[in-house]
């Protein structure tokens, strides 16, 4: 059997993730306490997180459920908001597409938000890393985030009472994205893909089931790969 | 179907809709070679995606209503200018963090 261990780099991973705990472990620990608030027993809202793990699209089939909406309109739009990680699916298959089909699998459940950006922002500063060394990076960064994610939500569960608003809690996604953002502006196919990004996702805002954000990630990419296509060619004639 | 039953539908079709949305290229396609012209948009999905997801949250955060703020909007420019010139994601979250403290202290 082929090995996909890299100690080294499984620690890097895992150094690289450490400070996503600080994220994740507020998050969870709000999906519980709204959850539970809500009126979910134990083992719903840790089931949510355990099979779901995705915060927004949670949150935002707690608050449909709140408002009485149709079961099918909550699993639609739940699911519309995590459309953006078949597009990190596709972003991954280069680099971790020759695992074997039940790893990939294992890498698709743990593929979020913070694994995906961290991997592939490692796997582009370093072409030369091998099968295994993407694998273990992989497997580096989720193992201590996945665990504080479930270990969150029960303490937010069981906790039960609210965290107060002056922490600004609610900022701390948007801060962790912007500062992976920065180092992956790396050239003026990145900056404009992600100035196009940011201009089509504030134009869409208004489409419903947070379809702005697809529309957001299809024009970006256009434009990232029109740009890389023509400095190409101008660096040729 | 009582409301129980409704939610464990609910969680049963999110968890298999978000394992298929994520397993769907790399189950499907695997190993198997992908055209140059998909390779060179799939380089930009993290950052077409990324800056999409936090631009509403950081012009319109529900914490005020939607109301832009002005310690929210300094941060978010503190973070992603310390992540682009030092490249270290850590140096970012922390000046950022720092930065909304200060600002909310101030504001």
Known sequence: MASYWDRSTFWRGFRDGLPFVLVVGPFGMLFGVVATEAGLPLVQVMSFSIVVIAGAAQFTALQLMADNAPTVVVIASALAVNLRMAMYSASMTPHLGPLPAWRRALVAYSLVDQSYALSVMEYEKRPEMTLAQKTSYFAGVIAPVLPNWYLATLVGALVGQSIPGSFALDFAVPITFLAMIGPMLRTKAHVAAAVVSVVSALLFAFLPWNLGLIVAGIAGMMTGAFVELRTENKDMT | ?107
């Open chain 2, 1 to 107: 179907m009582s409301e129980s039953t409704t939610i464990w539908v609910i969680i049963v079709a999110m968890g298999l809709g978000s394992f298929g949305l994520r397993f769907l290229f790399l189950g499907v396609i695997g190993d198997r070679e992908m055209p140059e012209w998909v390779l060179r948009h799939l380089r930009y999905t993290a950052v077409a995606v990324l800056p999409g997801l936090v631009a509403p949250l950081v012009l319109w955060p529900s914490a005020t209503g939607g109301q832009p703020d002005p310690a929210r909007l300094v941060a978010a420019v503190v973070t992603l200018g310390v992540g682009y010139v030092t490249k270290n994601v850590l140096a970012a979250i922390f000046s950022g963090a720092g930065t909304l403290f200060l600002g909310l202290y101030f504001f």
